[in-house]
């Protein structure tokens, strides 16, 4: 089962676009990218996610690298309510998820 | 249409003894995973199930358990339990089992607090 990494925590001001990175080397075939976001105390929420071309929707935006072994998360106008852990997941046999990224988004 | 549903949203045990877990899957979906996730470990894959039956497992010990019915909804069981089983307990449930673009959607999870 592939694993990921993403940075521990980064800043973002509010009203800018926030990117964040994962690294997902050990991806493998059809597995495919997801990402989730979870507010303090509430279920993971789902994102966005993708194979190997970049999508969008009315979240985010998702640029997977054409290697598959990287990809950016963007949230192109950040909100103070999109304060949040962000986790990047590869989808296989097993869905594991790592320990994610924690945005801060500041007035 | 309704998301994942968990019951009860939040419990306290007692050292020792045994708790059972509900989860309603979104209507259609036929897979179920549950998750636990305790703030040094993270989110832990606990097992999946799809059509009655389990296909992926993680590394828990033999006291967790789970069971999925033949209308998908699921319970899973922790059993002589201990203070280390407080956690936030999620379901998850998908159209599908494996990766292949089965998205999965999470409850809001069952707290469980072992005093």
């Known amino acids: 089962d592939a694993k990921t990494t993403q940075p521990t925590s980064m800043d973002c001001a509010e009203g800018r676009a926030a990117n964040l990175p994962c690294n997902h080397s050990?991806?493998?075939?059809?597995?495919?990218v997801y990402w989730y976001r979870q507010i303090h105390s509430q279920g993971p929420q789902y994102i966005i996610h993708?194979?190997?071309n970049n999508e969008t929707n009315e979240m985010a935006s998702l640029i997977i690298t054409e290697d598959r072994k990287s990809s950016t998360l963007i949230l192109p106008h950040a909100t103070l309510r999109d304060t949040a852990v962000y986790y990047c997941?590869?989808?296989?046999?097993?869905?594991?998820f790592g320990a994610g990224t924690r945005l801060f988004v500041k007035a | 249409k309704a998301g994942v549903t968990q019951t009860p949203r939040y419990l306290i045990k007692t050292r020792g003894q045994q708790v059972t877990l509900s989860c309603s899957p979104i209507?259609?979906?036929?897979?179920v995973s549950w998750y636990q996730q305790t703030p040094g470990q993270g989110l832990q894959f606990l097992f999946e199930?799809?059509?009655?039956?389990?296909?992926n497992k993680g590394n828990f010990p033999g006291r967790f358990s789970g069971r999925q019915f033949s209308n998908s909804r699921s319970e899973m069981n922790v059993s002589t339990l201990e203070l280390g089983d407080s956690a936030l307990y999620l379901c998850?449930?998908?159209?599908?089992?494996?990766?292949?673009?089965?998205?999965?959607?999470f409850g809001e999870g069952s707290w469980l607090t072992v005093v």
């Open positions: 998850a449930s998908s159209p599908g089992t494996g990766s292949t673009g089965n998205t999965i959607y």
């Open positions: 050990t991806i493998s075939g059809n597995e495919y």
């Open positions: 993708g194979l190997k």
């Open positions: 997941i590869v989808r296989g046999f097993k869905t594991i």
């Open positions: 209507s259609g979906h036929r897979s």
């Open positions: 199930y799809f059509s009655e039956t389990q296909r």
